[in-house]
């Protein structure tokens, strides 16, 4: 059974920085790209970044230069280093593997960023 167990969010300050943890089972995780997405209330789910099976990483263009994205395949993870967060940032984060059909989510982790 395809799993994604993300961590990591909270409350912080404009200007700070979180670090999102997701830990993925159930299929092998070393032959799939792996991306987080963001959700806000009544708007769609927006990818945020993607990571090849290489480490080669593509960014949403609002958090190019803030935001880092790695995979460690040894322990099936994917991070979200992301700095210099602002208000707008704020949203449910989720992470998944690009291709699998249907889709599959886990519960996400919320991040909050005060002005």
């Known amino acids: 059974q395809v799993q994604f167990v993300e961590s990591g969010g909270g409350l912080v300050q404009s200007g700070g920085s979180l670090r999102l943890s997701c830990v993925a089972t159930?299929?092998?995780?070393?032959?799939?790209?792996m991306a987080w997405y963001r959700q806000v209330p009544e708007k769609a789910r927006e990818m945020v970044a993607i990571?090849?099976?290489?480490?080669?990483?593509v960014y949403e263009k609002s958090v190019k230069g803030r935001f880092k994205i790695s995979r460690d395949d040894a322990s099936n993870t994917v991070y979200l280093q992301m700095n210099n967060l602002k208000p707008e940032d704020t949203a449910i984060y989720y992470c998944?593997?690009?291709?699998?059909?249907?889709?599959?989510w886990g519960q996400g982790t919320q991040v909050t960023v005060s002005s």
């Open positions: 159930g299929f092998e995780f070393g032959r799939y790209e």
């Open positions: 990571v090849s099976i290489d480490g080669a990483a």
């Open positions: 998944t593997a690009d291709g699998l059909h249907p889709p599959i």
